[in-house]
Every structure is written in C-alpha cells, then in structure tokens.
C-alpha cells in the first residue's frame, strides 16, 4: 500500500511561517492528485488545499487563501505545504491525502493518508 508521512510540524509565533511536507512511498505517486486537511481539537476534518497529478492545478480553501501555497516535487515523491502568515486558528493537526478523484475536496474520496503534524500558532 502507498505510505504518506508529514513532517515539519511544530510551534510557531502568530505571523511565522512553516513548510510542512508529506514523503510518499509508492510506485504511482506521480498519478495521485494530492490533498492536505486538517482537524482542530472537537472539530471536524476540513480541506485545506489540493494539487493535481501534474502540480499545474491548485485550489485552496477560502480560510487559507493567499497565505498556503501547495507544492509537489514528483522526482522526490513529496508535497509541501508553504504555510505564511500563521494566525492562532491556523492550529491543528495537518494531515496529507491521495486520491485519484480529480481535484476532489472531500474527505471521503481520498484513499491513502498520513498520520498527521501538529501544527500549534501561539498568539
């Protein structure tokens, strides 16, 4: 089976920046689109950003827009998540996903996860 593991995690100051990434072990990595959720503490899993199979379509959800940027390395078999401007409700465990839905934002339709990063934002 395909094994995703985030890395880059940890506590930053509100306004700091951190890059997460997601190695993937699997022969067919480079056909998965790529997705990165998150969940906070009594709240559910929410979408965080996607990229498709070839890196050239992105789409991130509202709360993140203009301060994440998705990323994918196909050679190296890794995803980033740039992550600027951290505000304190940024904090969660972040969690990367694979699917071959195309450009899918829904939880259900992604087949292989990680076990997730803390990512905590102090104020």
């Known amino acids: 089976q395909v094994q995703l593991r985030e890395s880059g995690g940890g506590l930053v100051q509100a306004g700091g920046s951190l890059r997460l990434s997601c190695a993937a072990s699997?022969?067919?990595?480079?056909?998965?689109?790529m997705g990165w959720f998150r969940q906070a503490p009594g709240k559910e899993r929410e979408f965080v950003a996607v990229?498709?199979?070839?890196?050239?379509?992105?789409y991130y959800a509202d709360s993140v827009k203009g301060r994440f940027t998705i990323s994918r390395d196909n050679v190296e078999n890794t995803m980033y998540l740039q992550m600027n401007s951290l505000k304190p409700e940024d904090t969660a465990v972040y969690s990367c996903?694979?699917?071959?839905?195309?450009?899918?934002?829904?939880?259900?339709?992604?087949?292989?996860w990680g076990q997730g990063t803390q990512v905590t934002v102090s104020s």
């Open positions: 996903a694979a699917t071959f839905r195309a450009m899918s934002r829904n939880v259900r339709e992604y087949e292989y």
């Open positions: 699997g022969r067919t990595f480079s056909r998965y689109e």
């Open positions: 990229i498709s199979w070839s890196g050239v379509s992105t």
